[in-house]
Nanobody, 121 residues
Framework: VQLQASGGGLVQAGDSLRLSCAAS????????MGWFRQAPGKEREFVII????????DYADSVKGRFTISRDNAKNTVYLQMTSLKIEDTAVYYC???????????????WGQGTQVTVSS
């Protein structure tokens, strides 16, 4: 499975942005999908995880009520909709796929290349 993340950019605080993660060479449907982010000088942190087969979602406390995940089966794509963006959301965002329901980045098998999200004041 190859993952291609896209949609990042420079926005102002309070704006919205939608990231995409497209899969090729396989299907998401048996995987757990994760979105993680990494700010400069910080470790990669969990944002959202989603079970494609069960439809279960878990959110980091820092993004609850602001970020949501959705999917397009036909396009084999998962979306991260981000609203009410804050300066502290600035990071490189990565999508990942794995077989274990976990917040631990190291346990995910496949990673997209990352897309930069910068939120300015």
């Amino acid at each position: 499975v190859q993952l291609q993340a896209s949609g990042g950019g420079l926005v102002q605080a309070g704006d919205s942005l939608r990231l995409s993660c497209a899969a090729s060479g396989g299907t998401f449907r048996t995987y757990v999908m994760g979105w993680f982010r990494q700010a400069p000088g910080k470790e990669r942190e969990f944002v959202i995880i989603y079970s494609w087969s069960g439809g279960t979602t878990d959110y980091a406390d820092s993004v609850k009520g602001r970020f949501t995940i959705s999917r397009d089966n036909a396009k084999n794509t998962v979306y991260l909709q981000m609203t009410s963006l804050k300066i502290e959301d600035t990071a490189v965002y990565y999508c990942a796929a794995g077989r274990i329901w976990t917040h631990v980045a190291a346990l995910y098998e496949y990673w997209g290349q990352g897309t930069q999200v910068t939120v300015s004041s």
